[in-house]
C-alpha cells in the first residue's frame, strides 16, 4: 500500500469490459515526506476521490481481480482509502 495524491481524472472511449461502469483517476505517489515527483499512475477509484485528496493505493492483483469481479483485468492499481489530513 502507497500513500499518493489524486492529481485528475481520466476517461477511456474504449474499455476493457471488467474497467466498464468505474471512474479512472490520475495519481502521484508520495514519498515519506509527503512529496511527490514519480510518474502518473491511472488507478480504479470506488471511493469518489476528488483532485487534492491523498488516498491509499494498492497493486494487489488478488484483491483488485475481487473489485472488478474478474481474473482476466488489466487493472494494476486502486485506491482503497482516502488519507486523513
Do not use: C, F
Request: charged content about 25%.
Amino acid at each position: 500500500m502507497e500513500l499518493a495524491q489524486v492529481i485528475g481524472q481520466t476517461n477511456a472511449t474504449i474499455k476493457h469490459d471488467t474497467l466498464k461502469g468505474w471512474r479512472l483517476k490520475i495519481v502521484e505517489v508520495l514519498d515519506a515526506k509527503g512529496k511527490g515527483g514519480g510518474d502518473p499512475i491511472i488507478v480504479l477509484d470506488a471511493l469518489g476521490s476528488r483532485v487534492g485528496d491523498r488516498v491509499m493505493i494498492s497493486s494487489d492483483s488478488k484483491l483488485i481481480a475481487e473489485m472488478v469481479q474478474a481474473d482476466n483485468s488489466p487493472a494494476r492499481y486502486a485506491i482503497l482509502g482516502l488519507a486523513d489530513d
